[in-house]
């Protein structure tokens, strides 16, 4: 079972490491510059808001998307992978933006410009592993992420990686949170099932 404290340091080496491997990618390449990805292509207020407004549209579909009845087991599957580790609110956002500045710099900034932005949003979700040809319902929501990331990647070529960032730390933030309420609702339920089955035994 996966440790909260392994998920932590994962998340750590992220914005460590990923940055670094832009930066290294930034030097080697001719067609790769995180310093103007990053100043943007818009005014400052323009990249946050469309952000914030993405971010929040792609969370809202995942999180319908992942709660119906045909990704349900799905659903039930991450959320007690991650939901029991019983996150805070600052875990939460620590591991978010960990993620969201680590992989942007690197998969947005560096890898985008060299591979194009299908190819790096297929990349992207496949190393994320939503993409499983033996599990067909985490298939189908690894196509609609792969659509949303590709439109992060368009988003990020015409407004800078500031945009995309944002978007990524809010999607996480709110799936965690989503999941981590699942996996309370899930444990509530077997508790509710187990009190039942007891009850019924002195009848």
């Known amino acids: 079972m996966i440790q909260k404290k392994v998920i932590l340091q994962l998340a750590l080496f992220t914005l ?3 940055p670094l491997v832009a930066v290294v990618i930034d030097r080697l390449s001719d067609n790769v510059d995180l310093s103007v990805s990053l100043v943007g292509y818009k005014a400052l207020w323009q990249q ?3 952000g ?5 549209v792609i969370a809202f579909l995942a999180q ?3 709660s119906s009845k045909l990704l349900q087991k799905v659903n039930l599957q991450y959320a007690r992978m ?4 019983k996150f805070s609110w600052g875990e939460i956002l620590f591991v978010s933006l960990c993620a969201g500045v680590g992989e942007e710099l690197l998969f947005r900034g560096a890898i985008q410009p060299l591979l194009g932005v ?3 949003s ?6 994320h592993g939503y993409i499983n040809p033996s599990n067909w319902r985490l298939s189908v929501y690894g196509a609609f992420m792969t659509l949303a990331i590709t439109g992060l990647g368009y988003i990020c070529n015409y407004f800078g990686l500031i945009a995309p960032i944002i978007a990524h730390i809010i999607i996480d933030v709110y799936l965690l949170i989503f999941l981590q309420k699942t996996a309370e609702l899930d444990i509530s339920s077997k508790m509710n099932a187990d009190t039942q089955n007891e009850d019924s035994r002195f009848f």
């Open 16 to 18: 460590v490491a990923m």
């Open 48 to 50: 946050l808001t469309i």
């Open 52 to 56: 914030v407004v993405t971010g929040l």
């Open 64 to 66: 319908k998307l992942i």
């Open 82 to 85: 991650l939901g029991n580790l």
């Open 118 to 120: 299908v190819f790096t």
């Open 122 to 127: 297929i990349c992207f979700v496949a190393i």
